[in-house]
């Protein structure tokens, strides 16, 4: 009875669930966490801290157990549900309330509703009005039986948003995100570091400005990648080009998303050497608010961001005039990258592409202007600005045959004293070119017949030699970029660098890559600065017969600094696969349509000296594009398109001339002299030419002079008037926390005094309870033990009577076994004693048959208070239980199960011992009765005995009943026990052995 009650209540069991999902409209604090406090019925439930940005996401869920007539009392009482959300300083571990939301209980359904904002109320950030999205549902708290477990559908993989990684893929050079299954999409992140200003508000007292060698960047981790820009050295105006850095990602824009909104935000420090001056945030989380599409338009975040000193306490600083803030230009770009070979970045190895400017790449990495070409070329109009992206030509590489690209002149880092600053000009004019020798131009014009000298000094003064560009001859460019080198096979790490040359294209110069590259064993390394164009002019035919002949052969070279360069192969480039690629049309500058042919390819580049054998693979790119027919049919050649060598002047073998008479002239006056005194003349005016520029210059170095020590003082001023705001600044900031810190040391104090007391006063009350509960488990073990005891004495009490009654039984019995021996000689004897002799002994066993009876009624009454004492004891023990249960039901819990079960066992053995003495009992009485009766219906008189075994019968009838009844009184016995049964089927016998009425039994004899 006690299990099925204890399952209905169970079934009624429900839980209130309360699932706290995210925020909005949060600030963004460093260094500090928010979470959630939900009370309800003084249980207390709490979130866990998550970060304190614009949208925090909790993603709990808290639920409280009660069953249905509880809450209908709540719901009664209308009592609430408080959220409290709370900021926590994780250095200090101080709380500070942001608002609270009050839920109503009785909008709690048992159907699940969708989410809602709840603002908070009371809220600290009033501008914002942060809000939190809850969910609320009342579930039924019912535990799956093993019985009813049944397997279900698995549902469909998500991606865990918890668990992003990015996985490098080296060959393909990008990075994974996500399965590679449903994340196929090519997405590119750049950061542009465009400009910075105010920069000298970051420096410290220590450093020193002047010093030779301070080199200032800028750094930041993309993704895993370490990014520094380019080196500058003045902070007061900082000079320094775009730099721009990409990561292509593979993924779909739904988690590369929620990747971003998962990512710290990107921190740019302003670097000197080791030390970081200053550091400003990025935030990557808002590429992923922005509803726009991808593929339509890509995502940005760009503006001036304030750099923050990385000693400084950003909320308790003093705000600083905000045109004296620190800051730096960035952009954030995501976009979706499209499959254009020719505008793919430089990448490298990590999938990282750098570049120095935003221009997607049609031609080189560098930024600087085309200069014309020394190769064979039509003189055409004025570069375009498509021309302009071009690397530089052949003719720019250096002697040593690097490339060199031009770019803006940066100004140097100057030092205070004159004497350093006139050094720093010295060795610029050293690295200058020098000026070029004046040529030999004589201002008049020699005869036809001159002499040999006179040819030679005349030879000196002539154009540039010219080649005539047939009319059918077509304007070509080709590009090369040698993109990586992978698969090497060296057992030594290889300073590489790459080296090719090719006569046709108007250039016997090589063109190598710079700087070197390091490639180890097992990697792929992307090659810098590694792509060149030539423009050149050419027939068809001979374009295509050179390609198919003559390869392009790539040399593959390693640098030791402490040995000589080593050859370690080549790469032959068939140039003739671009003759049979696919052609595309675009249009030039003029509006005319060209051709434009490319090819990609890897090739293995074989060890040299003849052998077969693989030393690594190179990836390139080549592009062929047809420019057009040819329009100048004359073009110049330099002296570097001509393979270096010089122009040899002409000699002709002239006769000197005679005159008419055969006379000759006076030395002064021939035209030899002449010429001489003129040059010698020249020579002096080209001498007090470059004397003035000489003087002319050194005035321009000293103006220079004196306007870069103007503005070193003027920095010098700047930064003096900087410093007094920071001593100023920190000097108030100084006194305030002065002034906090006593503040909170008296705080502190008398928050120990106060805590000390609540401690002691705590420690009291706690000894007090324990104290009280170890005397209140005490007294209940002990009323327990004499409970038990008392019981145990009225058992063993009972046990003895019920003893003393079957042993009286026992004699009643043995009696009655010598009475019938007896009534079976009077029967005998019946027949020759007289009448009234046995009248007289029939009135003395109807005497002593009555005396039994009265014996047997005494005994059957005992039995009765025995059952009406058990039933009292019993009565008694089920109150203590119910009053033991009510005080201390937890402690006793297992000992009431115990006693519980013992009292069942013997009720059980007591009940079993007493029904079958009871059945015995009756059975022998049943048995006595029968007799009697049986004896009573042979006598030849039947009054007396037949009317006192009627009244027998209705004695044991109503005895019956009288047990019977007495035992449901108990209130332990039911009809549906086995005893009760008993009794009702003998109750059913003496009623129908009753004998019949009195009245019969008097008209019996006369008939």
């Known amino acids: 009875m006690l299990a099925n009650l204890a399952m209905a209540s169970k079934s009624d069991h429900l839980l209130i669930v309360v699932s706290i999902l995210e925020g909005r409209h949060f600030p963004k604090i460093q260094r500090h966490t928010v979470i959630v406090q939900a009370k309800f019925d003084g249980e207390q439930l709490s979130t866990d801290p998550v970060d304190h940005k614009e949208q925090p996401q909790f993603c709990t869920e808290l639920a409280w157990e009660l069953d249905r007539r509880t809450l209908h009392q709540h719901r009664l009482q209308r009592t609430p549900i408080k959220l409290q959300c709370f900021s926590v300083d994780t250095t200090t571990n101080q709380r500070e309330c942001v608002g609270y939301i009050i839920l109503d209980l009785r909008s709690i359904q048992e159907i699940k509703q969708p989410p809602r904002w709840f603002p908070l109320l009371s809220s600290k950030y009033t501008k914002l009005k942060p809000a939190i999205l809850l969910s609320m549902v009342l579930e039924n708290d019912e535990k799956q039986s093993p019985e009813s477990f049944k397997a279900r559908k698995a549902p469909p993989r998500q991606v865990p948003m918890g668990k992003l990684q990015l996985v490098l893929n080296e060959e393909e050079g990008f990075h994974q995100l996500g399965p590679a299954d449903s994340c196929s999409e090519l997405f590119v992140l750049s950061v542009t570091v465009a400009c910075a200003s105010k920069l000298e508000q970051l420096i410290g007292r220590t450093t020193e400005l002047s010093r030779e060698g301070v080199d200032f960047f800028f750094y930041y981790t993309l993704l895993g990648n370490d990014i520094t820009s380019e080196p500058f050295q003045n902070v007061m105006s900082p000079s320094f080009e775009p730099e721009r850095a990409s990561v292509r990602i593979r993924s779909s824009e739904k988690i590369l998303r929620a990747y971003l909104s998962q990512q710290p935000s990107l921190e740019i420090h302003l670097c000197c050497g080791s030390h970081s001056l200053g550091s400003a945030e990025v935030s990557l989380s808002s590429l992923a608010l922005t509803s726009v599409s991808l593929?339509?338009?890509?995502?940005?975040?760009?503006?001036?961001?304030?750099?923050?000193?990385?000693?400084?306490?950003?909320?308790?600083?003093?705000?600083?005039?905000?045109?004296?803030?620190?800051?730096?230009?960035?952009?954030?770009?995501?976009?979706?990258?499209?499959?254009?070979?020719?505008?793919?970045?430089?990448?490298?190895?990590?999938?990282?592409?750098?570049?120095?400017?935003?221009?997607?790449?049609?031609?080189?990495?560098?930024?600087?202007?085309?200069?014309?070409?020394?190769?064979?070329?039509?003189?055409?109009?004025?570069?375009?600005?498509?021309?302009?992206?071009?690397?530089?030509?052949?003719?720019?590489?250096?002697?040593?045959?690097?490339?060199?690209?031009?770019?803006?002149?940066?100004?140097?880092?100057?030092?205070?004293?004159?004497?350093?600053?006139?050094?720093?000009?010295?060795?610029?004019?050293?690295?200058?070119?020098?000026?070029?020798?004046?040529?030999?131009?004589?201002?008049?014009?020699?005869?036809?017949?001159?002499?040999?000298?006179?040819?030679?000094?005349?030879?000196?003064?002539?154009?540039?030699?010219?080649?005539?560009?047939?009319?059918?001859?077509?304007?070509?460019?080709?590009?090369?970029?040698?993109?990586?080198?992978?698969?090497?096979?060296?057992?030594?790490?290889?300073?590489?660098?790459?080296?090719?040359?090719?006569?046709?294209?108007?250039?016997?110069?090589?063109?190598?890559?710079?700087?070197?590259?390091?490639?180890?064993?097992?990697?792929?390394?992307?090659?810098?600065?590694?792509?060149?164009?030539?423009?050149?002019?050419?027939?068809?035919?001979?374009?295509?017969?050179?390609?198919?002949?003559?390869?392009?052969?790539?040399?593959?070279?390693?640098?030791?600094?402490?040995a000589r360069d080593v050859l370690l192969g080549t790469a032959s480039v068939q140039l003739s696969h671009l003759l049979t690629a696919e052609k595309s049309r675009f249009l030039g500058p003029s509006g005319q349509q060209h051709w434009r042919q490319s090819y990609t390819e890897r090739l293995p580049v074989l060890k040299a000296?003849?052998?077969?054998?693989?030393?690594?693979?190179?990836?390139?790119?080549?592009?062929?594009?047809?420019?057009?027919?040819?329009?100048?049919?004359?073009?110049?050649?330099?002296?570097?398109?001509?393979?270096?060598?010089?122009?040899?002047?002409?000699?002709?073998?002239?006769?000197?001339?005679?005159?008419?008479?055969?006379?000759?002239?006076?030395?002064?006056?021939?035209?030899?002299?002449?010429?001489?005194?003129?040059?010698?003349?020249?020579?002096?005016?080209?001498?007090?030419?470059?004397?003035?520029?000489?003087?002319?210059?050194?005035?321009?170095?000293?103006?220079?002079?004196?306007?870069?020590?103007?503005?070193?003082?003027?920095?010098?001023?700047?930064?003096?008037?900087?410093?007094?705001?920071?001593?100023?600044?920190?000097?108030?900031?100084?006194?305030?926390?002065?002034?906090?810190?006593?503040?909170?040391?008296?705080?502190?104090?008398?928050?120990?005094?106060?805590?000390?007391?609540?401690?002691?006063?705590?420690?009291?009350?706690?000894?007090?309870?324990?104290?009280?509960?170890?005397?209140?488990?005490?007294?209940?073990?002990?009323?327990?033990?004499?409970?038990?005891?008392?019981?145990?004495?009225?058992?063993?009490?009972?046990?003895?009577?019920?003893?003393?009654?079957?042993?009286?039984?026992?004699?009643?019995?043995?009696?009655?076994?010598?009475?019938?021996?007896?009534?079976?000689?009077?029967?005998?004897?019946?027949?020759?004693?007289?009448?009234?002799?046995?009248?007289?002994?029939?009135?003395?066993?109807?005497?002593?048959?009555?005396?039994?009876?009265?014996?047997?009624?005494?005994?059957?009454?005992?039995?009765?208070?025995?059952?009406?004492?058990?039933?009292?004891?019993?009565?008694?023990?089920?109150?203590?239980?119910?009053?033991?249960?009510?005080?201390?039901?937890?402690?006793?819990?297992?000992?009431?199960?115990?006693?519980?079960?013992?009292?069942?066992?013997?009720?059980?053995?007591?009940?079993?011992?007493?029904?079958?003495?009871?059945?015995?009992?009756?059975?022998?009485?049943?048995?006595?009765?029968?007799?009697?009766?049986?004896?009573?219906?042979?006598?030849p008189w039947g009054d007396p005995v037949g009317g006192s075994a009627g009244e027998s019968v209705d004695d044991h009838l109503s005895r019956l009943l009288e047990e019977r009844d007495t035992l449901l009184r108990t209130g332990v016995y039911t009809h549906e026990d086995r005893i009760i049964s008993e009794l009702n089927r003998q109750i059913q016998e003496a009623m129908a052995q009753r004998p019949p009425s009195t009245t019969d039994r008097t008209h019996r004899p006369t008939h």
């Open 295 to 562: 593929s339509t338009q890509p995502a940005t975040v760009e503006g001036a961001f304030v750099l923050q000193s990385p000693g400084q306490a950003r909320p308790r600083l003093p705000s600083v005039p905000t045109d004296l803030q620190p800051t730096v230009g960035v952009s954030v770009t995501l976009r979706k990258e499209t499959a254009n070979p020719q505008a793919a970045g430089r990448e490298s190895g990590d999938g990282l592409r750098t570049g120095k400017d935003a221009v997607p790449r049609d031609g080189p990495p560098s930024p600087a202007p085309a200069a014309p070409s020394t190769a064979p070329a039509p003189a055409l109009a004025p570069p375009t600005d498509e021309q302009r992206l071009r690397s530089p030509s052949p003719g720019q590489s250096t002697p040593g045959g690097g490339r060199r690209s031009v770019s803006p002149i940066k100004g140097g880092a100057h030092t205070e004293s004159d004497a350093e600053s006139l050094q720093e000009e010295e060795e610029e004019e050293e690295k200058r070119p020098t000026l070029p020798e004046p040529k030999l131009s004589p201002p008049a014009a020699a005869p036809a017949k001159k002499n040999p000298e006179a040819e030679l000094v005349s030879s000196v003064s002539m154009s540039a030699p010219k080649v005539a560009i047939p009319a059918s001859a077509h304007h070509y460019c080709f590009s090369m970029d040698l993109r990586s080198i992978r698969d090497l096979n060296t057992g030594f790490p290889v300073n590489c660098t790459l080296r090719y040359a090719y006569q046709f294209f108007g250039s016997a110069a090589p063109i190598m890559t710079s700087p070197l590259v390091e490639v180890k064993r097992g990697t792929e390394v992307f090659l810098p600065q590694s792509y060149c164009a030539f423009d050149f002019a050419a027939l068809p035919h001979q374009l295509q017969d050179t390609f198919l002949r003559v390869p392009l052969v790539v040399e593959m070279w390693h640098r030791d600094p402490s």
């Open 609 to 939: 000296h003849g052998s077969s054998e693989k030393v690594a693979e190179l990836s390139y790119f080549t592009t062929l594009e047809d420019l057009g027919l040819v329009r100048t049919q004359d073009i110049a050649i330099s002296e570097s398109s001509q393979s270096g060598h010089p122009v040899q002047p002409r000699a002709a073998a002239v006769a000197p001339p005679s005159g008419p008479s055969g006379a000759v002239a006076e030395p002064r006056e021939t035209l030899e002299y002449r010429a001489a005194m003129e040059l010698e003349m020249w020579k002096e005016m080209q001498e007090d030419l470059f004397d003035d520029q000489m003087k002319k210059k050194e005035l321009n170095h000293m103006q220079a002079l004196a306007e870069e020590w103007r503005k070193r003082d003027r920095e010098r001023e700047a930064l003096v008037k900087k410093k007094e705001l920071e001593y100023n600044l920190l000097e108030e900031q100084l006194q305030k926390t002065l002034a906090e810190l006593e503040k909170r040391e008296k705080n502190l104090a008398h928050a120990e005094l106060e805590t000390q007391r609540l401690q002691r006063e705590l420690r009291a009350e706690h000894e007090f309870s324990v104290r009280e509960l170890q005397d209140s488990g005490r007294r209940l073990r002990e009323d327990c033990t004499h409970q038990v005891e008392l019981e145990r004495a009225k058992v063993r009490q009972l046990e003895e009577e019920n003893t003393r009654l079957q042993q009286q039984l026992l004699d009643a019995d043995s009696k009655y076994k010598l009475l019938e021996k007896e009534f079976q000689l009077f029967r005998e004897q019946q027949h020759t004693r007289p009448e009234v002799r046995l009248q007289s002994e029939i009135n003395l066993l109807r005497l002593e048959k009555v005396e039994l009876e009265r014996k047997l009624e005494t005994s059957t009454k005992s039995k009765l208070h025995y059952k009406q004492q058990w039933g009292r004891a019993l009565k008694e023990l089920a109150r203590f239980k119910q009053r033991e249960q009510e005080n201390a039901m937890s402690r006793l819990k297992k000992q009431q199960q115990e006693l519980e079960h013992m009292r069942l066992r013997y009720l059980a053995a007591e009940e079993k011992e007493a029904v079958k003495t009871e059945k015995s009992e009756l059975e022998d009485i049943r048995n006595q009765l029968n007799k009697l009766k049986q004896q009573e219906v042979k006598q």
